[in-house]
């Protein structure tokens, strides 16, 4: 599975911002997806996961309520809407795929290249 996301950018707080996660491979739909953000400084973290078999999502607190992670296994489209952004929102965002758990310290078997997110106070 090759991962690129994009739809990164510059925002102001408060507003809103949509990645897309782009994969390629028939089987897409057989893996547990997720996005991660790296900070400068800090490690990488979890943000939210879509899972394969059920539709479930799950989310890390900071960002509940605000962030929306839905994916398109017919056309291998992951994404997350990103809304009512903070400053400490600003990360490069990542999508990963694993068969898996789905966590910050779980072992993802395919990751993307990042998209950077920035958001002015």
């Known amino acids: 599975v090759q991962l690129q996301a994009s739809g990164g950018g510059l925002v102001q707080a408060g507003g809103s911002l949509r990645l897309s996660c782009a994969a390629s491979g028939r089987t897409f739909g057989r893996y547990n997806m997720g996005w991660f953000r790296q900070a400068p400084g800090k490690e990488r973290e979890f943000v939210a996961a879509a899972f394969s078999s059920d539709n479930r999502t799950n989310y890390v607190y900071s960002v509940k309520e605000r962030f929306i992670v839905s994916r398109d296994n017919a056309n291998g489209m992951v994404y997350l809407q990103m809304n009512s952004l903070k400053p400490e929102d600003t990360a490069v965002y990542y999508c990963?795929?694993?068969?898996?758990?789905?966590?910050?310290?779980?072992?993802?078997?395919?990751w993307g290249k990042g998209t950077q997110v920035t958001v002015s106070s």
């Open positions: 990963a795929a694993t068969m898996g758990s789905v966590c910050s310290s779980c072992g993802m078997e395919y």
